[in-house]
């Protein structure tokens, strides 16, 4: 029974693979994602959907992404291996996870602090150990390590926030989800010397920034 399940897994696993490779065309996020066991980061109950490219529960109202999404948005920080990067939602960890392959170090936060305890320990037990995973507080990011090389929000806001541009470096890149609470579209901000750069990468559809800077209603306040 156990070995059916785990050919079904790696059945599925090849096939969202096959599917990402054909959108995706940095080899280095390919093989991130070719390398990372994302069942280790979804509930039990729904672990034989590990591998289907679609959003999955994680408790808490939240979500682990979309794969195809997951990988857009990591192709979309243009990471080389050097950066130093601040996630915004850490979620699952799953993200994180990919991000630490592909960066020197990983800063995260969460703001729901049980998904961030429980992301900490899978992460730990699988052996990532250039990230850091904070339960955030009231603020947006992690202030205390600014700047940084690339910055991921994995939650939608209504606009590119402010205090998170502060928290971008020099040539740094900012990737998040922006518009209404049912839609909205992928933006990559790159901190220039002359300004902001945003680039439009396509639409998606994500779970709420919660706290400052998101949607009145979710604002917590
Ligand atoms: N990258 C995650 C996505 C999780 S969903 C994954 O693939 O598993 C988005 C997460 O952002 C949720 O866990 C939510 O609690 C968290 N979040 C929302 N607003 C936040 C904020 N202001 N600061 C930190 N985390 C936040």
């Known amino acids: 029974m156990a ?10 696993r090849r096939a969202l693979l096959a599917e990402i490779s054909a ?3 940095d080899p280095r996020v390919v093989e991130a994602i070719a390398r990372v066991p994302r069942e280790e980061f979804v509930p039990e109950e729904v672990r034989q959907s590990s591998y289907e490219n679609m959003p999955l529960p994680i408790g808490y109202g939240q979500t682990i992404s979309q794969p195809l999404i997951v990988a857009m948005m990591t192709e979309a ?17 799953y993200q994180t996870a990919l991000l630490s392959q592909l960066a020197e170090r990983v800063v995260t936060v969460e703001r729901i602090p049980p998904l961030a305890e429980r992301a900490a320990r899978v992460l730990g037990r699988l052996g990532y150990d250039n990230i850091e995973v904070h339960a955030g507080g ?15 929000v994995t939650a939608a806001a209504p606009e590119v ?11 740094g890149r900012l990737v998040i989800p922006v518009g209404s609470r049912e839609l909205q579209e992928l ?17 998606c559809r994500f779970v709420p920034l919660l706290g400052r800077s998101a949607w ?3 604002a917590g306040d």
């Open 138 to 152: 009231d603020g947006l990011g992690w202030p205390e390590e600014a700047p940084y090389d690339a910055i991921i």
């Open 161 to 171: 926030p402010r205090e998170l541009l502060e928290q971008l470096g020099r040539g």
């Open 23 to 25: 959108e995706i065309k």
């Open 216 to 218: 009145p209603g979710y």
């Open 3 to 12: 070995n059916v399940t785990a050919d079904r897994l790696s059945q599925a």
């Open 77 to 93: 920080l243009l990471l080389n291996g050097s950066e130093k990067v601040l996630e915004i939602g850490t979620g699952s960890g």
């Open 187 to 203: 933006v990559r901000i790159v901190k220039t010397p002359e300004g902001a750069l945003r680039h439009n990468l396509g639409p």
